[in-house]
């Protein structure tokens, strides 16, 4: 008898299953659509500081003095609670607050959706397993306070493990469990372990949570106010300065991100700069030792506060890729922006949302606020240089106006773009500049149009 041929149904059948079958053997990476190296409204001369600094009424304006920097930077930890002072606080933390600060964190990541790196979801036993490993029953009424430094680049973890967790399956660039990433030299309070003692609890200047345990030298408190308060220090302001352990700059020990700040033992006869770096012992404590970098990544004390030198911090960054939460050593929005007010010692918060509630007000938005009022706000009582642009969950820098368009600097991931069947993203992943009407007619709405808070970083 003869076969009878497949009809097109079980052919289009038979194509669906085998789909199928290998998608239920294989995760793939979520790709997106690269945005253009010249992005949509701009031109390859907005591409250095120099442009904008040319166009700025005031370059080299003070902004504010060190010591009113200082005020700033004690009004963030007093006045509005964005910040901390680690050197201040109590010796004794309260237990209480401790646990439940961990414990939410477990309930939070474990209520919501997330996705290991093969794409499936991340099952109760693997939150089961965290619970054991956050240990907060152990935590006692009044935790004695313990201080640390970091010895490499380390990242901050919401929970404590190195296994990533994604909203979006096979999302690789967003890991949600990422907080934060700390450089070489940073001090930090440590107030609780894991069960396995591989992971230390901690607080910095900025943020809170899970450092591995080989990334911190226990130290003492007098050696945190020296590292703090010592005159003699430089700061890296490269976007990425490399540490020698010798002085021929052969010996590689790893890299600071701008704003890093080291104690400076001065130069050597052939011009590196002498600095003191923390070394974990074998017994976990620290150890002071040498080091060098190159006087070209580095200045003795901060920069003065200028839109001049803001601006050109800013553009060090051009281009550097984006890094969620400091993943692969990067940065995201609200870090870019931190790390280049660092430099001339004005320590803003973490997060954008926090970085949008300090300085001086020059409007808060509502999302139906006509984009000309913005730009009004921006034209007559903004500064470039010194004025950042709060988005939800976005934070931006404004660098001023081109043919009435305003732009600004900033650490994307991307921007949407309408089409005829949709929104579709398109991925900048860096430093950029971008004219603020990117992604009108989006559903999202523009960079302008999701602006709600414009501010002064100024007293």
């Keep these: 008898m003869k076969r009878a041929k497949p009809t097109l149904s079980r052919r289009f059948l038979s194509l669906i299953l085998f789909l199928g079958f290998l ?39 003070l902004i504010m003095t060190a010591d009113e920097i200082q005020n700033l930077n004690e009004s963030m930890v007093n006045d509005l609670e964005v910040t901390q002072d680690i050197i201040r606080m109590p010796s004794l933390f309260p237990g209480n607050t401790l646990r439940e600060w961990i414990e939410e964190d477990l309930r939070r990541c474990k209520a919501q ?13 693997f939150f089961n397993e965290m619970y054991h490993t956050i240990n907060s029953k152990d935590i006692p009424v009044k935790v004695p306070l313990r201080y640390g430094l970091i010895v490499h680049h380390a990242s901050q973890r919401v929970l404590p493990t190195d296994t990533a967790l994604y909203s979006t399956a096979m999302d ?104 003191i770096i923390p070394i974990r012992r074998i017994d976990g404590n620290v150890s002071f030792e040498s080091a060098y970098m190159h006087a070209s990544q580095v200045h003795e004390g901060y920069l003065p506060y200028t839109p001049r030198m803001i601006i050109q911090q800013a553009f060090e ?11 692969y050593g990067e ?61 939800r969950g976005h934070v931006m820098l404004f ?21 005829w069947y949709g929104d579709r993203v398109r991925v900048i992943n860096r430093v950029a500049v971008t004219d603020l009407s990117l992604g009108r007619g989006s559903k999202r709405g523009s960079y302008l149009e999701r602006t709600y808070a414009i501010r002064l970083l100024a007293q």
């Design 331 to 391: 940065q995201d929005c609200s870090r870019f922006i931190k790390q280049i007010f660092d430099t001339v010692g004005l320590y803003l918060p973490r997060n954008s949302s926090k970085q949008a509630i300090v300085g001086i007000p020059i409007g808060e938005y509502p999302a139906d606020t006509p984009d000309a009022e913005k730009q009004t706000a921006l034209a007559h009582e903004a500064l470039a240089g010194i004025t950042v642009m709060a988005l």
């Design 172 to 275: 690789i660039d967003f890991d949600k469990l990422q907080n934060n990433a700390l450089d070489v030299g940073t001090p930090v309070v440590i107030l609780h372990e894991s069960h396995n003692g591989e992971w230390l609890y901690i607080l910095d200047r900025m943020h809170r949570g899970w450092i591995e345990r080989d990334k911190i030298a226990l130290c003492t408190p007098a050696d945190v106010k020296t590292l703090i308060h010592s005159p003699d220090f430089v700061v890296v302001t490269a976007a990425k300065g490399d540490i020698y352990r010798h002085r021929s700059l052969m010996e590689w020990h790893d890299y600071a991100r701008m704003g890093t700040r080291f104690l400076h033992k001065g130069k050597t006869k052939d011009g590196m700069v002498h600095i």
């Design 399 to 419: 660098l001023g106006f081109v043919n009435d368009r305003p732009y600004a600097i900033h650490e994307t991931w991307g921007y949407r773009e309408k089409r």
């Design 23 to 61: 998608s239920g053997c294989a995760a793939y990476e979520k790709l997106y659509y690269r945005a253009p190296s010249l992005l949509p409204g701009t031109e390859r001369t907005m591409k250095t500081a120099g442009f904008w600094i040319s166009r700025h009424p005031c370059p080299d304006r």
């Design 113 to 125: 959706t997330f996705f290991l790196r093969n794409g499936r979801k991340a099952s109760s036993s």
């Design 317 to 327: 960054m051009i281009n550097e890729p984006y890094g969620w939460g400091g993943m």
